[in-house]
């Protein structure tokens, strides 16, 4: 009869036997192979943009291609793309507005100030018919010292916190940089859109989970311009690969001037901007 | 069509057309909820491990208490799930880089801890009514059911020597043991969600951790305080209608001495862990205040003026400083213990409530504000589940499982003091 003192050494003796020819094997990581694939090929593809916002004027073709290539709802105020004003004033105020996300363009000079929450109900009870109402500032034009257009889009940054906190691993980098989102596998916590600090990511309110620019990766990837590039009449939008040194988008920004947003938070944006004031947010 | 989180958010000067409240109330019943789950399996702990005498009443009841609400600290997240039926690719395909990733691993771990000890500290009593109902002849369809539970719950073991039980309460204190860092590892966890977010500036603490831990004990002390109460309370009540011994208790008078000198002893330790809370959480605003990063205009903005009534009245008056003088003024009643309880869960409730929906009243713009109106009346899905209405069921079921768990785990199944 087996003691169980025997069962326990042969159970150990066993186990150690199987592992040491196991260990043998490379485990092979699929991320290390597709960097290796990456490498062979002469050049790889790093995708980045550049904003040009001395050539936007806030006509908002952009946000109404990327909502209709994207199929993200015309009628919804979330967007992947969108265009902010800023207008800025003698007394050195910043007055910022992004109706619609400047889906409509810029068509007013009133700036919205957005809803007012004196006339939000007090308590909370009331019905929803009594929502607040938006407000809007007129500004003299001979007060403004400066106004410019600034569009906005996801960063794809090389340092992305959302693919950090995804608890499922549904956001992903793809090897040439673009973050994405696998609709089939986000679980809808929220944390992405939490963790991205230029608010980019949204709730898709079809099929209820993360949602975000991708550069129209299913028209890049095919020789395509995204949406926006293509939709722009003035040229402020570019995308290029960066590993190309004879692409135009990699020409400027090794040679202009260029920045990018909220560079503190460590998270190496690949949307880089030409002529950014800094009052932008 | 309305984006998720329209309906509750509005917005005031810049914000960026994706920003919403997409954090609601079920996100703050989270912390609130696995915060009572790590608080009372601390309070229970300090009796096993460090041997505090006069909390052994309420060790037991804060461990079976703590198991109760175990099963419902999940619950908030996955009502809060955009799509809840994917909530399993959490424990599936858990992407480790994320804090969130962790919860399947540290829940189980921490739930197997708590359900080991019970089982070590119970065993006695689940062998005696293993054998009790086995002997019992004619037995009903009932007693049969409880047979069957009590004899899967032996898990074949029915030595009740001296020596066995001996060995019980030996594992019993390593478990203790070993559970107060898993304890304060699930909650402290809940809060490095939040710490960890460097796109917020309000939340991104490293104190953020620690801040949850000490208000979970906090908060889980308090919910002891009170639920022990309520079940004397009614024990009492009893035994004044029937004028008979009932359970353990030989009489009203008795039960009276019992209760008031568990909830004395208690009452201490809720202190104490109030001044820490207190303390780390100054400290945490102090110290933004005195650094003035490029952020503080926004957030102070919010702390002193937007949310000024629910930060400095309802959580630090009412829900700290009320009861913290209630406790500490001579000559302390059980009416006032109810009280004050009641007022530092509030107080602990509206910490979570200032952290979570204070730390999305302001834009990423740190040029806007977003205000939260909560949905009271669901009209669908979505309003029932991220309304009033789920906060409440969230908080109610752990007391409806607490009622289920004490039938097979008595709180009271000995004389409670020697």
């Known amino acids: 009869m087996i003691t169980r003192r025997d069962f326990l050494k042969k159970s150990v003796i066993t186990a150690a036997g199987v592992a040491l020819p196991l260990a043998a094997f490379e485990v092979l990581d699929p991320k290390k192979l597709m960097a290796q694939e990456a490498a062979d090929t002469k050049n790889g593809t790093r995708w980045a943009f550049v904003v040009d916002t001395y050539k936007c004027v806030g006509c908002g073709l952009c946000v109404k291609a990327c909502k209709l ?146 550069f129209c990766y299913h028209r890049i990837t095919k020789g395509l311009k995204t949406a926006c590039v293509q939709a722009c009449p003035f040229g402020a939008r570019q995308i290029g690969n960066l590993k190309d040194p004879n692409d135009p988008v990699t020409k400027i920004i090794m040679t202009e001037r260029v920045s990018v947003l909220k560079a503190e938070y460590g998270t190496k944006p690949q949307v880089f901007y030409i002529g950014l004031d800094k009052e932008v947010r | ?82 799509s809840p039926f994917r909530g399993i690719n ?40 293993a054998l009790k109902l086995r ?86 002390i308090a919910l002891c305080m009170l639920t022990y109460i309520l079940t004397m309370e009614i024990k009492k009540f009893l035994a004044h209608r029937k004028k008979a011994a009932l359970g353990v208790f030989h009489s009203e008078a008795e039960i009276k001495g019992v209760e008031f000198h568990v909830i004395q002893m208690t009452a201490k330790y809720l202190i104490v862990f109030m001044i820490a809370a207190i303390s780390l959480e100054l400290l945490d605003m102090i110290f933004r205040g005195y650094t003035a990063l490029k952020s503080w205009d926004v957030i102070r903005s919010v702390i002193y003026g937007r949310d000024f009534n629910d930060i400095f009245i309802l959580q630090y008056g009412i829900g700290n400083l009320l009861p913290f003088i209630m406790f500490l003024m001579p000559g302390l009643t059980i009416r006032r213990t109810v009280v004050g309880t009641i007022l530092v869960l509030f107080g602990v409730f509206m910490m979570r409530w200032n952290v979570v929906i204070g730390g999305q009243a302001f834009s990423l713009s740190f040029a806007g504000y977003m205000h939260y109106h909560m949905p009271i009346i669901p009209t669908d899905w979505e309003t029932f589940k991220e309304g009033l209405f789920g906060a409440v069921s969230v908080g109610i079921a752990p007391f409806v499982l607490f009622w289920f768990v004490n039938k097979i785990f008595p709180v009271f199944i000995e004389a409670p003091s020697e």
């Not at chain 1, 992004?98 to 919205?112: E, H, L, M, N, Q």
């Not at chain 2, 009590?150 to 060995?167: I, K, N």
């Open chain 1, 69 to 214: 290539e994207n199929e993200v709802p015309y009628d919804t105020s979330v967007t992947r793309t969108w265009v902010e004003r800023y207008v800025i004033t003698k007394d050195g105020k910043t007055h910022a507005d992004t109706p619609k996300g400047g889906r409509d363009g810029f068509t007013t000079s009133k700036i919205s100030l957005g809803m007012s929450e004196e006339a939000a109900p007090k308590d909370m009870m009331a019905k929803p018919e009594t929502k607040p109402t938006e407000k809007f500032e007129d500004i003299d034009p001979n007060d403004i010292t400066k106004a410019f257009f600034v569009p906005k889009l996801c960063n794809q940054c090389d340092n992305p916190p959302c693919v950090q906190v995804c608890p499922v691993g549904a956001t992903y980098q793809t090897p040439d940089g673009v973050v994405l989102v696998d609709r089939t596998w986000c679980i809808g916590c929220g944390y992405c859109i939490m963790g991205c600090p230029y608010g980019v990511r949204f709730f898709h309110p079809v099929y209820h989970t993360a949602e975000k620019c991708t």
């Open chain 2, 135 to 220: 002997e019992k002849k004619d037995k009903t369809l009932v007693d049969q059911f409880w047979y069957l539970i009590f004899c899967t719950l032996t898990l074949g073991s029915y030595d009740v020597s001296e020596e066995a039980l001996h060995t019980d309460e030996k594992i019993v204190k390593i478990l203790a043991g070993v559970g107060i860092p898993v304890a304060c590892f699930l909650h402290g966890y809940a809060g490095f969600i939040f710490g960890s977010v460097k796109a917020n500036a309000l939340w991104m603490t490293p104190l953020m951790p620690v801040i949850f831990i000490m208000s979970a004990i906090v908060s889980g």
């Open chain 2, 1 to 82: 069509m309305l984006a998720h989180g329209e309906l509750w958010t509005v917005k005031e000067l810049f914000v960026y057309p994706n920003e919403f409240i997409y954090w609601s109330i079920q996100i703050v019943m989270y912390p609130f909820m696995t915060g009572l789950v790590a608080g009372a399996f601390v309070l229970s702990s300090l009796y096993h491990v460090f041997g505090i005498k006069q909390l052994k009443d309420m060790a037991r009841f804060a461990l079976v208490f703590s198991f109760a609400l175990l099963p419902i600290a999940p619950l908030p997240i996955l009502l809060h799930l955009q």
């Open chain 2, 90 to 129: 959490v424990i599936m395909t858990p992407h480790f880089t994320s804090a969130i990733a962790a919860f399947g691993i540290v829940f189980f771990s921490y739930g197997a801890i708590v359900a080991s000890e019970i089982w070590f500290l119970y065993r006695k009593h689940i062998v005696d009514s």
